[in-house]
Every structure is written in C-alpha cells, then in structure tokens.
C-alpha cells in the first residue's frame, strides 16, 4: 500500500531518539509485530510499542492526523516505561483511555496550531546554539 506516513513518504522507517534511547519508528501494520496475545484480541492496530526490542510501529493505512495521534500515544507509553508511571506504560482500558485522552489533544492543538509549534522544531532554533 501507498500511504504517506510521517517520514514524509520518504522512508519507511526512520530512528526516535528519547532518553538515551534509539528506537526504530517503523511505519508498517503494527499487527505484523504485535504479540498473540494483541492479535487474537483485535482486528486491528493503530500503533505499537514493543519496548524492549526498541520499536514503534505506526500503521501507515490511517490519514496523517491519526498516525500523529498514534505517535504521541505511543510515545507517552514509552515515557511510562523510562520514568515507571504506570498509568502511562500498562495498557488497563482506564489507562488506555487517558493516553489517547492526552495523545488526541496533543495532536489536536499542534495540528491545528502549526505556526506556535513549528518554530521551536526547526533545527538549528532551538534556543541552545551558544
Ligand atoms: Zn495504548
């Protein structure tokens, strides 16, 4: 399938730098990687985080909007594992449903608010440079 994802179509697959850690970001059916336990259970899969292997997949057959959203929630999973916070890291629906809470809004306003945002990404801008 043709998609674009949020390597720009370029490549497939590109590299997250967080906390020390180099996870490969993956753009591929996350269903393709998940555990049985997640393929007998769903149908499909947005996103996946399989820390340990130190990958995210995000499945590049939803608009662009919900591949960002998927990003950030798993992402937010992930600081759940490198700080130990529970809510953020074990997938309990409760849990589940105030990671895609925060994730969606995120993703929300930075859609919709790209000039307050995209200033503070551009490299070379980031307020550091001596
Ligand atoms: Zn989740």
């Given at each position: 399938m043709n998609s674009t994802n949020l390597a720009g179509g370029k490549s497939m697959q590109t590299k997250l730098?967080?906390?020390?850690?180099?996870?490969d970001l993956i753009f591929d059916?996350?269903?393709?990687?998940a555990p049985e336990e997640f393929s007998e259970k769903l149908d499909v899969l947005y996103g996946l985080l399989l820390f340990f292997q130190r990958k995210i997949l995000i499945n590049p057959n939803f608009p662009?909007?919900?591949?960002?959203?998927s990003l950030l929630h798993e992402i937010l999973h992930l600081i759940g594992y490198l700080t130990g916070d529970k809510r953020l890291?074990?997938?309990?629906?409760q849990?589940?449903?105030?990671?895609?809470?925060?994730?969606?809004?995120l993703a929300s306003i930075m859609l919709q608010n790209p000039h307050i945002f995209v200033p503070y990404l551009k490299e070379g801008e980031s307020g550091n440079a001596d």
């Open positions: 730098q967080i906390g020390g850690f180099t996870f059916d996350p269903m393709k990687y662009k909007d919900v591949q960002f959203h890291r074990s997938s309990t629906p849990n589940e449903y105030f990671v895609d809470a925060v994730s969606g809004h």
